[in-house]
């Protein structure tokens, strides 16, 4: 079960918007990448067509965007303290060069190489293995550059095992 205290408290830090699907998958990139750095939001991700996926953060981030329409007052949240604002430091540091029109797509590569890479029965460790999945995952999606940014980012950012 999430936590929707957590996830409140950084809701408009983190510009989360759900109007379409670009910023539905924005929102859980992040989410997902400020679990793994270690901020306790409590979902499960598996992998799904745009990379890692909650079902319950959706449905939680659909909850919370209605409590802010229309009873925000209502809302409680999770005091932020240094160590959280140190995470979401660090995401920003992840994504802070990519352009907004690029950053759904990229999130999607990036969590979804770094998902493959760390949870999964057998994780590809290696660049050339992590271009073929990605490719057999996502047929046309991305092309091998973009793969092997993405790779590089994740390892300047210690995000690659």
């Given at each position: 079960m999430g936590n929707i205290e957590a996830l409140a408290s950084c809701y408009r830090r983190l510009d989360i918007r759900l109007n379409n699907l670009d910023n539905r998958k924005i929102m859980q990139k992040k989410i997902y990448f400020l679990q793994e750095f270690g901020f306790d939001f409590g979902y499960n991700f598996g992998f799904y067509i745009y990379g890692p996926y909650s079902a319950e953060l959706t449905s939680d981030a659909f909850r919370l965007d209605e409590q802010f329409d229309v009873a925000r007052r209502t809302i409680?949240?999770?005091?932020?303290?240094?160590?959280?604002?140190?995470?979401?430091?660090?995401?920003?540091?992840?994504?802070?060069?990519?352009?907004?029109?690029?950053?759904?797509?990229?999130?999607?590569?990036?969590?979804?190489?770094?998902?493959?890479?760390?949870?999964?029965?057998?994780?590809?460790?290696?660049?050339?293995?992590?271009?073929?999945?990605?490719?057999?995952r996502k047929p046309d999606r991305f092309r091998?550059?973009?793969?092997?940014?993405?790779?590089?980012?994740?390892?300047?950012?210690d995000l690659i095992t």
């Amino acid at each position: 079960m999430g936590n929707i205290e957590a996830l409140a408290s950084c809701y408009r830090r983190l510009d989360i918007r759900l109007n379409n699907l670009d910023n539905r998958k924005i929102m859980q990139k992040k989410i997902y990448f400020l679990q793994e750095f270690g901020f306790d939001f409590g979902y499960n991700f598996g992998f799904y067509i745009y990379g890692p996926y909650s079902a319950e953060l959706t449905s939680d981030a659909f909850r919370l965007d209605e409590q802010f329409d229309v009873a925000r007052r209502t809302i409680t949240r999770q005091r932020l303290d240094s160590e959280h604002r140190r995470l979401l430091n660090q995401l920003n540091i992840l994504i802070r060069d990519i352009p907004s029109n690029e950053l759904a797509d990229r999130l999607e590569l990036l969590s979804s190489i770094h998902f493959l890479n760390n949870h999964i029965f057998e994780p590809i460790d290696n660049l050339e293995d992590m271009v073929t999945e990605i490719r057999k995952r996502k047929p046309d999606r991305f092309r091998r550059n973009e793969i092997e940014n993405a790779w590089n980012r994740l390892e300047e950012n210690d995000l690659i095992t």
